[in-house]
């Protein structure tokens, strides 16, 4: 589009590992296609407080093994607000940005749809985020470091519940999505994966002890998705220390170690690809749409279908753990 000359970025919500390949891979496929790019600093929050600074391709070098954002990221109660949109756009008009590219999750997208829509910005997302929950993509950046990091964490666990018999529930993020618990599950060898999509269907606590999932081992671990849905790992020790006290159980909540760390290659190719593929989206004219990857071919989905779409779970993958939990 001959009317953009300036691409603006920034990295919104919680960091996941590639954000950083992303913004390398943005700011110098721009700069190859002749655009100028500014950073912006603390997502949303530095577009109201005007917080831009020119970004060259040296800004970007040696970055893409890092984890976090170099452009950094906040919450903005500013930016929920009419006001606080207003002044956004105002500075994003004082640098000359023309277009953005915003990096982040379900949270960051929406907000980039409504400010595409007041002031008719060309807004282009990444899917940046390690729960994996954007509908319309198959994966997103940072879930497959995060479903490493998780793989790492478990596996250090496990040699503790076998030296005892003990049931392990052990949390992992995701909010309201199951996807780090259940693939978690799987590469892990755990017993079961206590996930939000199904919880509303069956008790997955009963129905875990009625099947006996103990009875040819010493240990169990089972991963449980963080969220209301599932009452969390804490909720379900408390559950089984009052409806089954024969059990010995023991909780680990992985937090925040799940955010962090080097991107994978995969994450730091999938950032890379998405990158580039942003500039073009714009090259091409596309506007309020998230890149995302489907049978490892890039796709351009509206913000719409993207944020307001539930993203369905592989139910086939439940089965898979309780065949190979026996």
Do not use: W
């Not at 831009?52 to 893409?64: A, D, G």
């Not at 209301?228 to 992985?254: C, H, N, Q, W």
């Amino acid at each position: 589009m001959s009317e953009i000359k300036c691409v603006g970025i920034l990295t919104s919500g919680g960091d996941s590992p590639g954000m950083n390949a992303a913004i390398r891979a943005v700011t110098r496929a721009a700069i190859y296609n002749g655009f100028e790019v500014m950073g912006i600093m603390r997502g949303y929050k530095g577009l109201v407080t005007d917080e831009i600074i020119p970004f060259k391709t040296q800004n970007v070098s040696n970055i893409i093994q890092q984890g976090g954002t170099i452009l950094k990221t906040a919450r903005c109660k500013e930016f929920m607000t009419p006001e606080g949109r207003q002044q956004a756009y105002d500075n994003m008009q004082k640098h000359g940005i023309d277009a953005l590219v915003v990096i982040g999750g379900d949270g960051s997208l929406t907000g980039a749809r409504i400010f595409a829509s007041e002031f008719n910005i060309p807004i282009v997302g990444l899917p940046g985020t390690i729960d994996n929950d954007l509908y319309g993509t198959d994966t997103t950046i940072g879930y497959d470091t995060a479903l490493n990091t998780i793989m790492d964490a478990v596996d250090k666990i496990r040699d503790t519940a076998t030296s005892h018999e003990r049931l392990f529930f052990i949390e992992v993020m995701g909010r309201n999505a199951g996807f780090l618990a259940l693939n978690g599950a799987i590469a892990t060898g755990a017993e079961a994966a206590i996930i939000p999509e199904i919880a509303t269907e069956v008790d997955q606590l009963a129905e875990l002890i009625e099947n006996g999932f103990r009875k040819s081992k010493n240990s169990s671990i089972v991963l449980v998705a963080e969220s209301e849905l599932t009452g969390g790992a804490m909720g379900l020790s408390e559950r089984v220390k009052k409806e089954f006290p024969e059990y010995d159980v023991r909780v680990t909540i992985l937090g925040h170690i799940q955010r962090g760390g080097s991107p994978s290659a995969a994450d730091r190719i999938l950032a890379s690809r998405m990158g580039e593929a942003s500039i073009n989206a714009l090259l091409e004219g596309q506007r309020n749409i998230m890149v995302g990857i489907q049978n490892d071919e890039l796709v351009y989905v509206p913000f719409t279908k993207a944020i307001r779409n539930d993203k369905p779970i592989n139910r086939d993958l439940l089965n898979t753990i309780k065949i190979l939990s026996i």
